[in-house]
């Protein structure tokens, strides 16, 4: 039985996947937080809050990468850990310089902090040969004005170390680029407290459709375990609004893209990790957008289980253990699964849902899951303002999608009015 230590997680679907992933293999976890608040907000009674299963929750300063491999030195003496993981990209860099101060299995920490930062990513692809779009690297206002007339518009604005598409922007002109800028600026510090990087990626835009490619990586080999496709919607935002898995797109589609994640973690000597890979489907061939040395999020690693039965969070829990995963395909009687997320459209009080039977009634729909009454929402920014989601599984390749397209039709949101009444 392993003992790992948890480095902080994402309140959202895998903050439950990862320690079920713990559990269901037989081993235990200690979580270590500089903020226990953060996550007990997120609580939503009656389900028990996943943190219940650690052996210990402890708190130091896990921004303070000086001090933290030291701290955690302390506690390995006492507690003894057998590996170190975290699901939060802000932590993935902290995560492999700990387990490699403490001789614990993990991935490169440069390699990781390469990839958990786009521009430090898009130069080390471009050097290496590996596609990706025109871009510029910028700092400020006049270098952001000059990098835009010189790609030529449209573009997309993006910082280098957000997550979950945050201020990530298509601009059409000057006005919007200076728009988004202002934006991004208003946001100096992060969820986590973590100043940000002043560098922003202007990049060109990408046309075909995005997929991503989810891998496992194990003593230099990396293995595709398949490709995702994906829907984005909130214009000029980039929201992720859903997933298939597997992709619906052609198999030679499908084999350039698996092969171009792949030289993407090759270059950037990303090994000991499940990756998830995100990628362009473009005219001219597969385009990478970015690389993430963690499992997917939006449940995207629940689409993979039901259909191929491969358990990615188990795969990473086992890698930080120096275990072998289990890449194994069986039969689950499944040929596609998909998840649609439900965005709202307008500020306000939450009331309910209208069509939650309904959207419950489409054949097989294996979670509907929306936030409860009382929420305050704006129209959708980023995939941090899901009003819920829906997964449904089919029998049938391809078939999932329309599945779930279907009972989110039926779902209506309902807001409090100014009087206090549901509209």
């Not at 402890?58 to 003496?77: K, M, S, Y």
């Not at 194990?218 to 597997?246: C, L, Q, W, Y």
């Not at 997320?341 to 509907?368: C, M, Q």
């Not at 899951?369 to 129209?379: E, N, Q, Y």
Request: with cysteine; charged share 25%.
């Amino acid at each position: 039985m392993g003992h790992l230590l948890v480095i902080e997680s994402w309140v959202g679907s895998m903050s439950t996947l990862l320690p079920r992933a713990i559990g269901e293999a037989g081993d235990r976890f200690t979580f270590l937080t500089r903020d226990l608040h953060h996550y007990l907000r997120a609580a939503r009674p009656p389900e028990p809050h996943p943190l219940l299963a650690a052996r210990n929750i402890l708190t130091a300063e896990t921004n303070d990468l000086a001090v933290l491999p030291e701290q955690v030195e302390r506690l390995h003496a006492v507690l003894g850990f057998d590996g170190v993981i975290s699901s939060c990209d802000y932590y993935l860099p902290a995560v492999a310089r700990v387990a490699a101060h403490l001789g614990l299995p993990g991935p490169a920490p440069e390699a990781v902090e390469a990839a958990c930062r786009k521009d430090l990513t898009r130069r080390i692809l471009m050097d290496a040969g590996v596609p990706g779009p025109r871009h510029a690297v910028c700092r400020d206002r006049a270098e952001l004005v000059d990098a835009a007339r010189e790609l030529g518009f449209p573009l997309v604005l993006k910082p280098t170390d957000l997550c979950a598409g945050m201020y990530v922007r298509r601009v059409d002109d000057e006005t919007q680029l200076l728009a988004a800028h202002r934006e991004i600026a208003d946001f100096p510090v992060n969820a986590r407290g973590q100043r940000r990087s002043p560098a922003l990626l202007l990049e060109e835009l990408l046309a075909g459709p995005e997929v991503s490619v989810e891998t496992v990586s194990r003593n230099g080999v990396h293995h595709v375990v398949g490709v995702t496709d994906k829907s984005v919607a909130g214009a000029p935002a980039f929201i992720e609004t859903g997933h298939m898995f597997p992709a619906a797109s052609p198999p030679d589609a499908l084999r350039e893209a698996g092969a171009t994640a792949v030289a993407a973690l090759s270059a950037l000597g990303v090994d000991d990790v499940v990756a998830h890979t995100e990628i362009k489907l473009t005219p001219d061939g597969p385009r990478v957008v970015e690389v993430n040395p963690r499992p997917a999020g939006n449940r995207i690693t629940e689409l993979v289980r039901h259909v191929t039965g491969v358990d990615l969070p188990g795969a990473a829990v086992d890698i930080a253990l120096g275990r072998e995963p289990d890449l194994v395909p069986r039969e689950t009687g499944v040929g596609s699964a998909a998840i649609g997320f439900l965005l709202p459209d307008r500020a306000g009080e939450l009331a309910g849902f209208d069509g939650e039977r309904e959207a419950a009634g489409i054949p097989g729909v294996r979670e509907l899951d929306l936030v409860a009454p009382g929420r305050h929402t704006r129209p959708a920014r980023s995939n941090n303002d899901y009003l819920g989601h829906v997964m449904v599984t089919s029998p049938e390749p391809g078939d999932a999608r329309p599945r779930a397209e279907k009972a989110l039709v039926a779902l209506r949101p309902r807001w409090t009015d100014a009087g206090g009444t549901a509209a």
